[in-house]
Structures are given as structure tokens and as C-alpha cells.
């Protein structure tokens, strides 16, 4: 137990000598890993699921400490982090009592306080317990309002990457992938529910038909424990986690740099040739994952003698054809057990690079798949005859393809058509190498179809269910290590005369408004979608 002097701080009830509890705070998207780049991570001010991982592990090793109320509000984490959060609160109450206190009742914010012994919600608490669905919004009518038309190019069916930009509506075949993920995320809900509040998984379906209205009705079906304002759930002895912050940080000495060890090395963002950099433009804008950051990273793990495996953390709906490949070799050739741990999204080239690891894990409600190649262009030709704008091309036709002030020609489509195809047919390889399946078997369940993680499990697309805390544990499996080994993040070393965060100021700047360079082949999965 800490010295008595430290509680002293706290001031805290007469004849109380330490907190019994604390109130931990869930609140906004809670992105699963703090950001590698210099800049980013020191305008980060959102918390993290891997400083909340480091927060219920000291939690639960203080042993002047009775309980956590965990307070869940404006949680707006997707699906799957809210299920890695779901297993942190999980090994957390083995060692303490843990209580969530929920006031906005939601599919998502079930999720994370499932993981808690007991919840607790308001009588007056918002309820939107009513399943999963997406609406992606079409702007190709909008579009060609404004004289922009759209060509898209994609192999196959579900590659649906820039039907919104291309089309005035959803086509069947999307419509079908998406009903499809839809079912499968609701059934590892349900499946999450029932394990959690000991019911059976029909029971817990059943709640997705019963379109609750009150947090009374959800108490009276099982769904929480029961109703109470958090001052009820609260003793004199109560302190916010922040203020006891200096009692749970560990003391360690130096880590020992040649101690076994296990690395992360994380792809956020859309995937793009050269570094790393975040692009602040609306519709194409966000993290991006460049192949030359990754690649020199994981060079870094794989040569650090104190490495003897690494997790590749995956939250990306792919982006260019060949970052991805470059990624995928640079994984694949890897002497070190390398395993994959998917996010919010591990589809097209997320999952292309992922197929070349030794043990892919999935959260069931992660987006993957996608096993498609898509290419287009904007075409501006009716915009500039409005607006007075008349390109003059010179030179051979085939140079100015990409032009966006024409169309493809019928030899244009049919030679990208047919770059496109090559890149699918070694998308396909890759995964058929990979996951040790048929090419004939890949092209089946893929043809650009996105799956839920508890889909592709099955489909033998992923080998496990879990998050980060389960991939640091296979690889310390892989490597014979002993469980709870160390990790540290593996960057690339700086390199050149500008200091790292000048470096992506500058870059930040020189993005453009197509986010993939020079290329328009991409595996490429638009992550416009978002359930709700």
C-alpha cells in the first residue's frame, strides 16, 4: 500500500485513511493506440484504449482499493473498441468490484459496460437499443448536377469503394454485403449480451426485436442491474482516477533494452506510398498510413535483437495497390512470429498486408475483407464547357488517361480493365498463400465483399477472435515467451536534418485532394461506412 502521506492529498472524510473507490471516465472515440508521429502525439488529447489498458492493470494490482465505477458517457467508439474495452473492464473485475454507470443506453456503450460485474443507468436515461444499420449517403446525382461525373472501374460485384461518388443509389449487391455484416455484428452482440448477463443467445436476440423505450424495460428484461443516479453509486471516500494518478504510476527502473520483448507497429489510416502524414481535407482527409513508415519500422523491430516477435495493430480500409503489397512483403518475409490484430477496419489492402502474418485476430464486429481492386477518376468535361475551362492535350492519348477533362476511351477502360484484373488475380494469391486456401476458394469469398470479423472467422479468413491484449498473447505464444512480456512501440529512426514534427508540418501541407499520389489502382474499402 502507497504511504499514508500520499492519501493525505486527497482530502479525504474524517477517519478515512485511503479512496475505496474511483470513478473512471468512458467518453468519446477512444482510438486503440496513442499516435507514433511526434506532432500528432503531442496535439493528442483523447484517451486511448492503450491508456486505458494501462489503467485497469494498476487498478486492479492496488490493493487499498475496494472498487471502480466506470462511468460511460457520450461514448462514441465504434463497435469494436468498444469490445476490447468490454475485455479490459472483463480483467479488471476479476481482481475488483467494477460498476458501469450508463446514461446514454446504446448498442455500443452495452457493449463496453458488459464487461462490468454490474450496470447501472438512470431512470431518465437515453435508450437507442435498437439494433445496427448503415446509410451511406450517394452524391452521384449531386455530381453530375455540377457537371462532375464519375468513372469507376472495380473488380468485382461488392467492391462498392466509390459507388457514392459514381451512382445516385446502393445496387444490390452492396445492399446484400451490407445486410449480411449487419446480421453478423448483431449476432456477436447478442452473443456478447448473453455471456454477460447469463442468459441464453435467443434471449439476448430477442432484445434487438424488443425496441426498448426505457431504462426501467431494460432492467426488467436483464439487460442492466439496475436504476440509480450516480450520486447513489458513489461513497464519501470517491475520487476521479485523475487524482489518484501519481498513487498507481509504478516506480520501474530503466526497461532493460536487451530484455525479450515483444513490438506493435500500428497502420491507422488509409494506406498511401511514402511516410506517414495526416491529410486535414473533408470526404478523402484523416490518418495515413505510408508504406515507408511501416516498412522501416518493422525493419527496426525485425533487426532489434530484443524482439522476438511482433503485433501489427490494423485499423484501415486499405488504399493504394502497391503500398499494400510492399506491406504485405515486408510482413511476410519477417523471421519473427508476426501477428495481425484487426480494428474497426482490416478490409481491402488493411487486409491484403495482413494476409502475410502468422495469426490473424479479428474483433467480430470488425469490417474485413473486401478482397477488390477499384480505379477511377473524376470527370470534369461538362464542368469546364460551364464554366469556361478548355484543356488542350499533346502527345500520346495514353499519357493523359487519368486526365479528369475526358473520359476513358474504350482502349483506356479496356487497359485498365485489364490492370486491374492483375492486381486482383495477386491480391488473391496473396491471400490464397497466406491463409492456405485454394485461389479458386479466395475469389469465392471475396469478388470485393466485406465480412464481420465473426463472418471471416468461419470463412477461415481470420484464425481467432479477440483484440490487442489477445494478439500480444499469441505472440508471446509464438516466441515462447512468458505472458505479460514487454512491448514498446517500434518507429522508424529519424532521419535527415529537419527535426521529425517540421518534417510533417511540411508534409501535412503537400497533401493533395486525391490521397493516393500518382496511382488510381487501390484495394480500397470507403469507410463512409459507419453503423449506428
Known sequence: MPNLPLFDKLNLPSGMTHPTWVVLDLTGPYPERQPTQPLQALLNRTETVEA?????????????????????????????????????????????????????????????????????????????????????????????????????????????????????????????????????????????????????????????????????????????????????????????????????????????????????????????????????????????????????????????????????????????ALASDLMHREIVTSDKPVVVVMGEYAASGGYYLAAGADRIIASPYTVTGSIGVVSGKPVMEKFNERHGFRPEGVGRPQALKYSSSHAFSAEQREHMHRGITEVYDRFTRRVAEGRKLSQERVNEIGRGRIWSGQDALGLGLVDELGDLHTGLQRAAELAGLKAGAPTWNATPKNQGPLPEFVKEVRDAAQVSVWPFGGERVLTWLDTELKVR
Not at 93 to 105: I, M, N, S, T
Not at 174 to 202: F, H, K
Not at 204 to 229: E, T
Open 52 to 320: 486505458l489498458q494501462a489503467r485497469a492493470e494498476a487498478l486492479a494490482e492496488a490493493d487499498w482499493l475496494h472498487g471502480v465505477l466506470v462511468r460511460i458517457s457520450d461514448f462514441t467508439a465504434s463497435p469494436a473498441t468498444a469490445h476490447a474495452i468490454r475485455g479490459i473492464l472483463g480483467r479488471l473485475a476479476e481482481k475488483k468490484r467494477v460498476v458501469a454507470y450508463v446514461p446514454q443506453l446504446t448498442m455500443t456503450s452495452l457493449i463496453a459496460a458488459s464487461g462490468a460485474g454490474e450496470i447501472a443507468a438512470p431512470e431518465s436515461a437515453d435508450v437507442m437499443v435498437s439494433g445496427f444499420a448503415a446509410q451511406p449517403t450517394y452524391m452521384g446525382a449531386f455530381l453530375k448536377k455540377q457537371g462532375i461525373e464519375f468513372e469507376n472501374l472495380r473488380i468485382k460485384e461488392y467492391k462498392a469503394a466509390l459507388t457514392r461518388f459514381s451512382e445516385d443509389q446502393m445496387d444490390d449487391a452492396n445492399r446484400e454485403q451490407l445486410q449480411a455484416y449487419l446480421s453478423g455484428i448483431e449476432t456477436a452482440w447478442a452473443r456478447d449480451m448473453a455471456g454477460a448477463r447469463g442468459v441464453s443467445e435467443d434471449t439476448a436476440r430477442g432484445w434487438l426485436d424488443a425496441d426498448f423505450s426505457s431504462a426501467q424495460a431494460l432492467k426488467d428484461a436483464g439487460l442492466i442491474d439496475r436504476l440509480a443516479y450516480e450520486d447513489e453509486l458513489v461513497g464519501p471516500g470517491t475520487r476521479p482516477v485523475a487524482a489518484i494518478v501519481d498513487l498507481l504510476v509504478k516506480q520501474f527502473d530503466r526497461p532493460n533494452p536487451r530484455e525479450d520483448r515483444i513490438a506493435v507497429v500500428p497502420v491507422i489510416g488509409t494506406i498511401v506510398p511514402g511516410k506517414s502524414k495526416n491529410n486535414p481535407l473533408p470526404l478523402v482527409g484523416g490518418p495515413m498510413a505510408g508504406a515507408d513508415t511501416f516498412v522501416a519500422a518493422l525493419k527496426r523491430a525485425k533487426e532489434d535483437k530484443a524482439t522476438k516477435a511482433i503485433v501489427v495493430y490494423v485499423n484501415s480500409g486499405g488504399g493504394s
